[in-house]
C-alpha cells in the first residue's frame, strides 16, 4: 500500500463556552479524531482518538454537553505537544496528505501550535471537504457535516461533536466524494498550489 494512497481525515473537539471565554482562558484542543482513509481501495481502514489535556482552559458544562468530554476525562490526556508529536510518529502526519470539514481544524493546530511552540505536526497538503463537498453538490451555503451526511444520504455513525466519530463521518463523504468522481481522490492528495 502506497503512503500516496493514505489520506489522514482529522477533526477536533476544544474547550468551549456558552457565550464569552472566562478570564484567561483559550480555546484549545481537548479530542484529535483521526480516520485513516484508502483512497484507491476506497476504504476507511483505521480509527482513532487522542485526548489533549488542556493547560490555559478548562471543560465547560456547555462542553461536556455538546462533546460528551468532562474535565476528568481530558485530565488524563496527553500534552498538547505530546500529540502533535504522536501525530507525525504514530501516523505519518507530515508525510501523508490530511483533510477536515472546513479550515477550523487547520486553523485551530495553527493557532495553538504557535502560541505554545509545539511542532506543527501535518504537511501542507490540506484540503477543506466542506469546500470539495459544496463544490460537487453545486450547493450555494456550505453545509455542516450533518447536514451533508443528509445530502449524501450517509447515515450519521456516532456522537456529533465527538472527534472520533466526526472524522469517522467525514471520512465517509470524503469517500462518497471520490466515487462521485475519482478526480477528487488527486484533489485531495495535491501538493498546495
Known amino acids: 500500500m502506497e503512503n500516496s494512497e493514505l ?3 482529522v477533526d477536533v473537539e476544544a474547550t468551549c463556552w456558552d457565550g464569552r471565554p472566562p478570564p484567561g482562558a483559550v480555546s484549545e484542543i481537548i479530542e484529535i479524531g483521526l480516520t485513516v482513509v484508502d483512497l484507491h481501495t476506497r476504504e476507511r481502514v ?15 458544562a456547555f ?44 486553523h485551530q493546530f495553527t493557532r495553538q501550535c504557535q502560541a505554545t511552540g509545539a511542532p506543527y505536526p501535518f504537511g501542507r497538503r490540506h484540503t477543506n471537504v466542506k469546500a470539495v463537498f459544496t463544490e460537487a ?5 456550505r453545509p455542516g457535516m450533518a447536514q451533508a451526511l443528509q445530502v449524501a444520504g450517509l447515515p450519521l455513525e456516532g456522537r456529533h461533536h465527538r472527534g472520533e466519530d466526526d472524522a469517522w463521518n467525514i471520512a465517509a463523504l470524503t469517500l462518497h466524494l471520490v466515487s462521485l468522481d475519482p478526480r477528487h481522490a488527486d484533489r485531495l492528495t495535491a501538493a498546495p498550489a
Open 7 to 9: 489520506l489522514n481525515v
Open 63 to 106: 462542553c461536556t454537553e455538546l462533546t460528551g468530554l468532562t474535565q476528568e476525562e481530558v485530565e488524563k490526556g496527553l500534552t498538547f505537544t505530546e500529540a502533535c508529536r504522536l501525530l507525525a510518529a504514530e501516523h505519518a502526519a507530515g508525510r501523508r496528505p490530511w483533510a477536515s470539514w472546513g479550515d477550523y481544524d487547520r
Open 46 to 60: 483505521s480509527r482513532h482518538r487522542v485526548l489533549v489535556r488542556p493547560a490555559r482552559s478548562t471543560v465547560s
Open 137 to 141: 453538490y453545486e450547493l450555494r451555503k
